[in-house]
Structures are given as structure tokens and as C-alpha cells.
């Protein structure tokens, strides 16, 4: 028996891309979450989105596209990380909005005695 080899035909399109454009292009495959990180975003978005062999094909023609212009790629290729620049701005915010208690709904004590029974077993000073 033969096996029956069957060839898809996959539309592609050009698109025509100035040597910065493509040098752009290949920056962005290469940009880190962090400088520790060892996928990159474009890796983490296609892992993301279950598109793997989308990102590593496109890769893979990008790298080709920039070797046949002698463009410098994977080891020669700069690499680049997201880091943090400055502290970041902080607030404290609630996220159990429902548990609160609105200033309303706090009973105030009915009677001062109890506070004054405090008042008065703490030790006096001589």
C-alpha cells in the first residue's frame, strides 16, 4: 500500500518591510517580562492563546528574512527585558466591599460606665 500524501495549500500574503521595519520586527520576538525570564512575551502570548507553532513559524521567517539580509539574529541579536524604571505608585484599596460595614451600621457603646470601668482598674500613680 501507498500512502496517499496530501499537500494543504496555505494562502499567504507579502508585506513589504523597510530593513528597520524588519530589524523592529525581530526586536520585538526577542523583548523579556524580566531579565531572568526565559520565554519571551511573544512566546508567553502564543502560549496564551494556544498559537505555539504560529509564533515559531512567524519567528523562524523573520530570522530567515534578516539572514538574507545580513541582519544580525538569535546570539548575534540584542536581546531586551521589561524592568521597572521607578517605584510604582501605591493605594490601598478594599476588595471585600460587600463584608464592610458602612460607618452608619457601627454600634457606639450605650453607656459610658463601661469605659470608665476601664478608666478605673488600670493602677493609679503615686
Known amino acids: ?3 496517499k500524501i496530501t499537500i494543504k495549500k496555505v494562502k499567504t500574503t507579502s508585506l513589504g518591510l523597510s530593513l528597520r521595519e524588519l530589524i523592529f520586527l525581530r526586536d520585538l520576538f526577542s523583548v523579556r517580562i524580566s ?8 512566546q508567553t502570548l502564543a502560549s496564551g492563546q494556544e498559537y505555539d507553532n504560529g509564533e515559531v513559524a512567524l519567528y523562524n521567517k523573520v530570522c530567515a528574512l534578516c539572514k538574507s539580509f545580513k541582519i544580525p539574529v538569535e546570539e548575534e541579536a540584542p536581546d531586551y527585558a521589561i524592568v ?3 517605584l510604582p505608585k501605591m ?3 478594599p476588595i471585600n466591599v460587600e463584608e464592610e460595614l458602612e460607618e452608619s451600621e457601627i454600634e457606639e457603646p450605650e453607656d459610658e460606665e463601661s469605659s470608665t470601668q476601664s478608666e478605673k482598674t488600670e493602677p493609679e500613680a503615686e
Open 1 to 3: 500500500m501507498t500512502k
Open 91 to 93: 493605594t490601598v484599596v
Open 84 to 86: 521597572m524604571e521607578s
Open 35 to 42: 531579565p531572568v525570564c526565559v520565554e519571551t512575551v511573544s
